[in-house]
Nanobody
């Protein structure tokens, strides 16, 4: 079956760093736009970062720009989200997603075809 599985979430203090990983299986994701989304309690799911199929271009939520970096390794069917200078407002469940037919990186969740189960990131003060 086609799957995306996130890992690397956990509890971290404000100002700290965390790296999330997303492992794809069942098919190659090397032609897909890959994105990270997050959902905090009481809030809608929001786009955090996305990356083109070849890793050349990327897009970020304004509030994470300069702190988070998305990357991918297509030879390993992996995508990553490096999160630095974490803030309490970054606390959320983080999801990895794949958009099969994208020409550009989309921020809309409905454009994405495959989703991981999510990993919890909790940032304490």
């Amino acid at each position: 079956q086609v799957q995306l599985v996130e890992s690397g979430g956990g509890l971290v203090q404000a100002g700290g760093s965390l790296r999330l990983s997303c492992a794809g299986s069942g098919r190659s994701f090397s032609s897909d736009v890959m994105g990270w989304f997050r959902q905090a309690p009481g809030k809608e799911r929001e786009f955090v970062a996305g990356i083109s199929y070849n890793g050349i271009s990327s897009r970020y939520l304004d509030s994470v720009k300069g702190r988070f970096t998305i990357s991918r390794d297509n030879t390993m069917n992996m995508v990553y989200l490096q999160m630095n200078s974490l803030k309490t407002e970054d606390t959320a469940v983080y999801y990895c997603a794949a958009d099969r037919r994208a020409g550009t990186v989309s921020s809309w969740p409905n454009n994405y075809d495959y989703w991981g189960q999510g990993t919890q990131v909790t940032v304490s003060s």
